[in-house]
């Protein structure tokens, strides 16, 4: 086996993807229609507008993206070859089943995290779909790689590390879980 771009992506990955292009139309969708004013309209004083949800979202992807190239790096300097299948180890699978909508719990996220403005609706819409096709290129790098074995630190936590296929999965988790909340928003602000 080769490390190359051109290796065929593997079932697990092919699927991650999938759900990065899902994502993009549900983020699309969840916003249509909507006015500047809803697009920044919290439900409450501690729940988040649809805009602040994808603003994070976005900002989420721009910190993952560094950390997911560091690792592919590595694992091609290490030769760690691999196609799976894939597991995503304790922490990943507990952080999955965590996120995963809909959630009983809510959380609060890291500072750095939270948006501090949020961009016009087409403006954010438009970074949205562009780091989720840097994502997916990431996805095709990363094929022949033994991802499993590869360690990232998380961008919320630096004490919480996790393997890059589960990195992956869990960026797709956390889109579902706030584009899942941005439904919930639009239905009580929208109707």
Request: aromatic share 8%; charged share 25%; net charge positive.
């Amino acid at each position: 086996m080769t490390l190359t771009a051109a290796a065929s992506l593997p079932t697990q990955l092919a699927l991650v993807k999938e759900e990065l292009l899902y994502a993009r139309e549900r983020a699309r969708a969840v916003c249509k229609g909507l006015d500047a004013a809803t697009w920044a309209a919290r439900p409450a004083p501690d729940e988040w507008a649809i805009g602040e949800g994808l603003t994070h979202l976005n900002a989420t992807s721009e910190r993952f993206i560094p950390i997911i190239d560091d690792a592919i790096r590595d694992g091609r300097a290490r030769k760690l070859e691999g196609n799976g299948p894939y597991g995503k180890g304790l922490i990943g699978w507990a952080l999955q089943r965590f996120l995963e909508p809909p959630y009983t719990i809510k959380t609060k996220t890291a500072p750095a995290f939270i948006p501090a403005t949020v961009s016009p609706m087409p403006e954010t819409l438009e970074r949205f779909d562009y780091l989720q096709q840097e994502v997916q290129v990431r996805i095709d790098r990363s094929a022949g790689l033994a991802l499993d074995r590869l360690r990232v630190v998380s961008p919320f936590d630096a004490r919480v590390k996790y393997n890059l296929y589960a990195a992956f999965c869990l960026i797709a988790t956390h889109q579902r879980r706030h584009l899942w909340q941005a439904e919930q928003v639009r239905v009580r602000v929208v109707g």
